[in-house]
């Protein structure tokens, strides 16, 4: 089968496993609320009204492009296009080419940045390999001015948290959102896992900070993995209406 990303290729390892991808869209979900294109994600009201279905959502179209063979691999990329034409429509102007940027670079950053929390670190091939597969996904996208390998990814990364990100009336909303669908307890670790995965001009903007409890739980967390018992911990730390969508992260 012709697959869209390679059947030994590091990105699979790591959107193979549910807490490494629960970990990417902890850190995305902190890096949106400072986007200053977030209010295109308010336009829909879909992410404010449920940002944890709204994460499974993207994750199965993430998993239809990582996991499938090119040609449903690209047709799901067509079909995210055709929604983000739609909503451009309702609109009645363009996302900018920006924002665009920005999502593709937060799953890359952290693509990494969860698999080196929860892992090890990446060889230098490893993280090309990330960058490169993602900017695959840009260009089907039709994504503009995008990075040639991880190098120049890092530059352009470094530009783009400093030049579009700021705190403003959605930040404050979003995180009220969080912590209404959440829960305080939930609420409390996404906020800390956040602060260990996000780079210092997000956690700076949403005034992260430092969790010693957090980090025990961490090392409390790795060991269970080794014994086998992080699903049940994960059915824990999220609704039960999610547990089924979380199984199925696991590949």
């Known amino acids: 089968m012709d697959c869209f990303v390679a059947k030994d290729s590091i990105v699979r390892t790591i959107w193979g496993k549910s807490d490494t991808v629960l970990f990417i869209f902890a850190g995305a979900a902190a890096e949106f609320a400072v986007n ?3 209010d295109w994600l308010y336009f829909t009201g879909k992410l404010p009204a449920d940002p944890i279905g709204r994460l499974f959502s993207t994750v199965r179209y993430a998993g239809q492009i990582v996991f499938s063979d090119t040609r449903t691999a690209l047709g799901a990329i067509d079909h995210i296009n055709k929604v ?12 900018p080419q920006e924002a665009y940027r920005d ?11 969860a698999f080196e929390l929860l892992e090890r670190k990446l060889t230098q091939a490893e993280k090309e390999e990330v960058v490169h597969v993602f900017i695959r996904v840009g260009r089907r996208m039709g994504i503009r ?7 120049a990814w890092t530059q352009m990364h470094s530009a783009q948290l400093e030049n579009n990100l700021a705190a403003g009336a ?12 959440l829960g305080f307890f939930r609420y409390y ?3 800390h896992v956040q602060y260990l995965i996000t780079p210092p001009r997000v956690r700076h903007l949403l005034n992260l900070e430092p969790s010693l409890t957090l980090n025990i739980l961490l090392l409390c967390y790795k060991w269970s993995r080794k014994i086998k018992m992080d699903p049940v911990i994960k059915s824990w730390l999220l ?3 999610y547990r089924k969508e979380i199984r199925e992260l696991d590949r």
């Open 36 to 38: 200053k294109s977030v």
């Open 84 to 95: 983000h034409a739609a909503v451009e429509s309702a609109r009645g102007q363009e996302i």
């Open 103 to 113: 999502v593709l670079f937060m799953l890359i950053h952290y693509s990494i940045s």
């Open 145 to 151: 001015l995008l990075p040639l390998g991880y190098q």
């Open 170 to 181: 959605c930040t404050a909303d979003l995180y009220d959102q969080y912590r209404k669908h």
């Open 189 to 191: 670790i996404l906020v």
């Open 239 to 241: 609704p039960a209406k």
